[in-house]
């Protein structure tokens, strides 16, 4: 029989979910029926996201406690959609759309550009401070107005060298400022994050 003295103790049960959104959780489950909080997951998924950093297990299995659902069914939702991240990444996620009719008016030509301007070595990764993770996107539905792409799902249009600089020097101002964590990728939203700089929320 093993000495009790050699066993670990268990380890609380991981609540930084809860900590940092407790009101923001109570408002996500409470749109949906009693017995229907499981509705709720991908709400509280982008909230772990910015909660843990990235979705990890212990984000996982805390999910699904709060919502009372089995954990395999909560990493089924991670694998599915596209947007959770289980590895780490920047607070600021850019998609940059690469997609055919982006391409025919110039974006990538503008690609090695935007890495440049974000610090990252390329498209796939993160520059060094992990400020920004830079991603090629196939259709961000916004052919007519590419170069063009989105900041933590805010949109960004019209990109020149000069509009790229201030978008990246008033999101690093944002995050100097210390700003506190947000879905869905830390930093929260963006949207308006540059004076004269075109943004609009991502379409629901």
Do not use: W
């Not at 900590?19 to 996500?28: D, L, V, Y």
């Not at 997951?41 to 919502?67: H, K, M, N, S």
């Not at 395999?72 to 590895?87: D, H, I």
């Not at 960004?156 to 700003?179: M, P, Q, Y």
Request: proline share 9%; aromatic share 8%.
């Amino acid at each position: 029989m093993p000495d009790p003295a050699a066993v670990p103790p268990a380890l609380p049960p991981a609540d930084r979910l809860q900590r940092a959104f407790a009101a923001e959780i109570a408002a996500a489950v409470a749109k949906y029926p009693a017995g229907r909080q499981a509705s709720a997951v991908l709400d509280l998924l982008y909230l772990a996201q910015a909660a843990y950093g990235r979705i990890t297990t212990e984000a996982i299995e805390e999910v699904a406690a709060v919502l009372e659902m089995d954990p395999t069914q909560v990493r089924g939702v991670v694998g599915f959609y596209s947007l959770f991240k289980e590895e780490p990444h920047g607070r600021f996620v850019i998609h940059y759309c690469t997609d055919l009719p982006c391409a025919l008016r110039g974006a990538d030509a503008f690609l090695p550009r935007v890495c440049r301007a974000f610090g990252v070595p390329g498209p796939g990764e993160t520059s060094p401070d992990g400020l920004f993770s830079v991603e090629e996107a196939m259709c961000l539905a916004a052919c007519d107005r590419a170069p063009m792409m989105q900041v933590n799902l805010s949109y960004f249009h019209d990109l020149t060298d000069e509009r790229l600089d201030g978008i990246v020097a008033a999101l690093k101002a944002k995050a100097a400022a210390g700003e506190a964590v947000g879905p869905p990728f830390g930093f929260g939203s963006v949207r308006g994050v540059a004076e004269g700089v075109p943004s609009v929320e991502a379409p629901s």
